[in-house]
């Protein structure tokens, strides 16, 4: 499949090729935008910003404390010893590893979150350009090299439209 | 901000990642071989038994414990630190967490060294581990050392990723620059990052959902070191005020570190253009604030003591305040606080320098605070048949020296293969609407606008 795309100096002109884009017909999920920092000001930045991942970091922290209560009070029950007379399943200090196990959880599912929703880690797409890296903003669509995209990212001003 | 602008950055950040000098290869030669002094000196510690230490009947925790709950606490400079700024969304925070995550990583694994190098026979640590044995036996979850384990391991796993998820596109940034094995390595360690919208905003809310959740593990991780002493009965540890006395003097030495660490960084690596003075003044504020908490905690600790008069305590305090480690106890307070108020609080000499020297005396005064904690109060237990003496010997001196040189041995490398400072956070920094509201901050911070 051909990927077609522009490479642009400005989130400006990025901004300009990918609102051409749209007018031409193409469908947001389709235009591709990379850069080397997070441009949230632009509305092509601003794109995709809702997630769940507070929702599953709650949930992870669930069962982390569930496993933390699983853990503490069923050894503790498995291997009666009576510790400082404290009573077999001691609640209080059960209380700071259940803790510990609960932050982990979120910290955990926070991650995998990311790297499932990020799609990480990943091979580098044929719609990539290390020029990325050097500054430029990469705005472009997989499988429309026609005259419409051409023009629509020629509007934004870019340094150069490459075809893969 | 322009391409131009942003390679400039990058190529500045990535200098000493991609080309190395000489001097780099002197310092690690040098750290090495201090590393490894360390390692057989505990190597000769194992082989000849605890008895070639000063721990000895009735003070069984010594310096390997003193440098134990140190560097425990030097830790809370990094993740805490940076995850705080981020949640209150300080603009000046960008050039300073990296630099401070990294303290945080290193100076925990150097730290839980300790408690294995304090054990007599290290190969058996691995009983503190819960997994289903074929003897049936878990660990016991009411000992606070079994806590320590949880949370160390916690905070060090929290702390790794944290500091590790926002370096990838830094990673990608060396990838696409590189060429040979670094942009094997680097495309590797980036994982395929692109830098689309959707990552970056991803990254973004796991960044701030783990900063959410590290404030609280940090504060839980000297809470629990807190508690491997006042959870026993033994004069002048048996107090509800440990735990928060110990986080402020964590955050404390944490701070001084943070600024020593960051002065060496400016002067070796020529960050002039990135680490400002406007860095070590924000952080010589919280030095002094941090000064000041810890002698309100002192001063309470003490006071209560002092009043309640207990026989057993009087004992260890007298022994700090006029007797054999009042010294020490005086060059604690000298180091932390009768040097640092005046330095950081004069605004005619809260210069870099200035600040760099209150910290370094702050990591000594801290250090000291430790040992002060430790020792006199096992020395002088609440019956005088069980009263002793410690004097640290060679091989306990050694390790000590050995642990600096390994937080700055690991530093040097992670300095080699890692942007100190983080180079996507620092040009987010650049957009003109952070510019503005950095500019109101730091007006606000100068008392220009109300």
Partial sequence: ?164 | MTPEKSNRLAEDLLRPVLHTSRSFYIAVAIFSAIVLCGVATWGYQIYNGLGVTGDNWPVFWGFHETNFVFWIGISHAGTLISAILRIVNATWRRPVTRCAEVITAFALMIGAMFPLIHLGRPWLAWWLIPYPSERGIWPNYRSPLVWDFFAINTYLTASLLFLILPALPDFALIRDRASGWRKRVYGWLSMGWQGTPKQWHRLESAMHIMALAIIPIAISVHTIVSFDFSMAVVPMWHSTIFGPYFVAGAIFSGIAALIIVMALLRKLLHLEAYLLPLHFQNLGKLLLTMSLLWGYFVFNERLTIWYGNSPHEMNVFWSTQTGKYAPLFWAMVLFNFVIPFPLLTIKRIRSITATVIASIGVVIGMWLERFLIIVPSLSRKSTSYSWGSYTPQWPEIVILCSSFAAMALLYCLFSKFIPIISIWELKVGQHPQIKKAAKVQDAQAAGELV
């Fill in chain 1, 1 to 164: 499949m051909t990927a077609i795309y522009g490479l642009y100096n400005s989130p400006h002109d990025a901004q300009v090729a990918f609102d051409r884009l749209r007018s031409a017909g193409i469908s947001e999920g389709d235009i591709t935008v990379m850069s080397s920092e997070p441009l949230e000001e632009y509305e092509f930045g601003s794109r995709d910003r809702k997630t769940v991942m507070p929702w599953i970091a709650v949930l992870g922290a669930v069962i982390g404390l569930t496993g933390a209560y699983l853990l503490t009070s069923l050894t503790q029950k498995a291997w009666a010893i009576n510790t400082g007379g404290m009573p077999i399943v001691s609640t209080y200090t059960n209380l700071i590893i259940m803790f510990e196990l609960t932050m982990l959880g979120a910290v955990f599912a926070t991650v995998l979150t990311l790297l499932k929703t990020a799609r990480l880690p990943s091979r580098l797409p044929k719609l990539y350009d290390p020029e990325i890296s050097m500054g430029k903003i990469l705005v472009g669509v997989s499988g429309a090299d026609s005259e419409s995209v051409r023009t629509a990212l020629q509007s934004g001003n870019p340094e150069i439209i490459k075809t893969r």
